[in-house]
């Protein structure tokens, strides 16, 4: 049997969506939006952006901020382009106000606050 490859664009828009909801919906925008036209549509869907966690959770319980360099992205670029389409928002204290005031959420109906004293 002679060794065969599939690249990522190849799938199926069903099997890419499988795999990618097995990912946390900030690493898929982050990773894979503006990447082409195909998988712009494919993360922009629902799926990837009606509830987003913009934060790190540890199996330790300990929650803390997105590195900047990707927070930086998201609230410069990414949140902008979806904003119409998020509806829940996890946030923690540190980033909560850079976030909050990156776009206006206009279909927000839920927010998740983390880390508040």
């Known amino acids: 049997m002679e060794d065969s490859s599939i690249e990522l664009n190849e799938l199926p828009d069903e099997i890419l969506i499988i795999i990618l909801k097995k990912l946390f919906n900030t690493e898929v925008l982050y990773s894979l939006i503006d990447v082409n036209k195909r998988l712009n549509t494919i993360v922009h869907d629902p799926i990837f952006t009606s509830h987003l966690t913009l934060m790190r959770c540890f199996s330790d319980d300990s929650i803390y901020s997105l590195p900047d360099s990707i927070l ?16 829940w928002l996890n946030l923690e204290s ?10 206006n959420y206009t279909n927000l109906y839920g927010l998740g606050l983390y880390n508040i004293e």
Do not use: E, G, N
């Not at 930086?72 to 949140?79: H, N």
């Not at 540190?94 to 776009?103: F, G």
């Open 72 to 87: 930086d992205r998201f609230c410069s670029q990414i949140l902008s382009s979806i904003h119409h389409k998020i509806k």
């Open 94 to 103: 540190s980033s909560m106000k850079r976030i909050l005031l990156a776009t």
